[in-house]
């Protein structure tokens, strides 16, 4: 009987271990091997337009609402890229901030006018709790994104 119970505890322990260690997958496999560096991307990112790329990145934050959203550091500390995906599609893990994220996913620009670049940095400032000035808007603006499709996000190092 004490056989079986130590045998059930260390089953039980093991198994919360691999739950802790498994590194989370999201969204759809990926399937591109090669990276492309967020620095290039920003660097000229028309040319990656419509292209679906593999980029490597430190999680700066998260859509703190409904995890929609991601912004990755830029490899050179330069610069971020966000990953955005639909309300409910894949759940970006708040906890994840430091962390780093493999993502697959497609290059994207929104053009705005002032009036809707105004709306949008509006609507990122409620969902982060922040308050947001209009007059920083000086005119209208591209942005450019990532449509994900797929992510992996690594462990923290301890």
């Known amino acids: ?8 505890a260390l089953l039980f322990f093991n198994a919360i271990n691999f739950a ?9 496999e990926i399937t591109l091997t090669k990276t492309t560096k967020i620095s290039d991307i920003l660097a000229d990112p028309d040319s990656y337009l419509d292209k679906t790329v593999l980029v490597e990145g430190e999680i700066l934050e998260v859509c703190p609402m409904m995890g929609c959203w991601m912004e990755l550091k830029s490899d050179d500390g330069e610069g971020m890229i966000k990953v955005k995906v639909k309300d409910g599609e894949i759940v970006f893990p708040t906890e994840a901030v430091g962390s780093t994220a493999l993502v697959e996913g497609t290059v994207y620009k929104i053009e705005l006018t002032r009036e809707k670049a105004i709306e949008h940095f509006e609507h990122i400032a409620e969902e982060k709790g922040e308050t947001f000035d209009p007059s920083t808007i000086t005119g209208p603006m591209t942005i450019y994104q990532i449509k994900g499709l ?8 301890s």
């Open 1 to 8: 009987m004490k056989l079986k119970l130590i045998l059930s």
């Open 20 to 28: 802790q260690t498994e590194e989370p997958k999201l969204g759809n």
């Open 150 to 157: 797929g992510a992996q996000i690594h462990n923290k190092e």
